[in-house]
Each structure stands twice: as structure tokens, then as C-alpha cells.
């Protein structure tokens, strides 16, 4: 959605030392299209919004790649 990459882009342009996520529907469904928006520093899908802080140290130390997306078909336990 070109509405999502344009705002993934202006939030890095706005504050360029900040660490910018796309997560969500539109990360799970289409990764490799939010993996052509280079301002975009983690892509997680529906699945890892629960657990994004945990997520977001553990790629700032180098321990998961850029995009980190499980699907949520794979999985068989849901969260409100």
C-alpha cells in the first residue's frame, strides 16, 4: 500500500536516528514489498506485535534479520 510506505519513509526522514517498524497486516501479507523501503529498520507481521520490545533488542543486537515475520497461519494460539 503506497500510503504505508510513504509513511514508513517520512517517519525515518522526520527523525532519521530512530528505529522504524512495519508491522502488521500489510508486513505479513506483502514482506517483500516493505523489504524495498530502505528507511525501514525491522518488518514484523500480526503475530510478533505482541512480543515487539523483546523483538527490538534482540535485533538491535544483531540476533534476528531484518525481517522477522512468522505467520500468522503457522500459528494456533491468538491474543486479544
Do not use: H, M
Amino acid at each position: 500500500d503506497s500510503k504505508s510506505r510513504k509513511a514508513l519513509r517520512k517517519a525515518k526522514q522526520k527523525n532519521p536516528d530512530a528505529l522504524v517498524v512495519a508491522t502488521g497486516c500489510y508486513s505479513e501479507v506483502y514482506p517483500e514489498e516493505v523489504e524495498k523501503v530502505k528507511e525501514v529498520d525491522l518488518i514484523t507481521g500480526n503475530l510478533e506485535k505482541f512480543k515487539l520490545v523483546e523483538i527490538v533488542e534482540k535485533r538491535l543486537k544483531g540476533e534476528i534479520p531484518r525481517t522477522f515475520v512468522k505467520g500468522v497461519w503457522s500459528e494456533s494460539n491468538f491474543y486479544p
